[in-house]
């Protein structure tokens, strides 16, 4: 059994929860969202939470995630995973969880147009920035 995807939710969680954020966790699983966060007087923000795979052959670290959705359970006549790449209505914020790196945050418009997206060290990591920005002080 894999377990890193519950691992990188609950480390969004505890993280999150550390910096003040109200938490919400939609009890079906049949929406693209992970987490919902609110701050006192703001709209709520919608979070996708994916797991970075290592990537072993790079010689730098390097982790890669599927921008979208895969069932393996519903296949097609050719065998082939059904995969819905996410659109920028799906949620807010895609949370990509990177090992010792911590969290690196993209707003979904900026990555949706991807199959998949990789990460290495020339871009952000725990940039919880980008998710204070949506919220008004």
């Known amino acids: 059994m894999n377990r890193s995807g519950d691992e990188a939710e609950l480390a969004f969680l505890l993280e999150a929860s550390k910096r003040g954020y109200d938490i919400f966790i939609p009890f079906s699983h049949c929406t693209k969202v992970d987490v919902i966060i609110m701050k006192p007087g703001n709209q709520p923000i919608t979070v996708q939470i994916k797991k970075g795979t290592h990537l072993k052959e790079n010689s730098r670290p390097t982790y890669k995630v599927l921008v979208g959705s895969a069932k393996s359970s519903n296949r097609r006549a050719t065998k082939t995973p059904r995969y819905n790449r ?14 010792e790196y911590g969290f690196s945050f993209w707003k979904v418009e900026d990555v949706c147009h991807q199959s998949t997206f990789r990460w290495n060290e020339d871009k952000p990591s725990n940039n919880w920035e980008l998710i204070d920005s949506f919220f008004v002080s």
């Open 86 to 99: 996410y659109t920028k209505n799906d949620f807010h914020i895609l949370a990509v969880h990177i090992a």
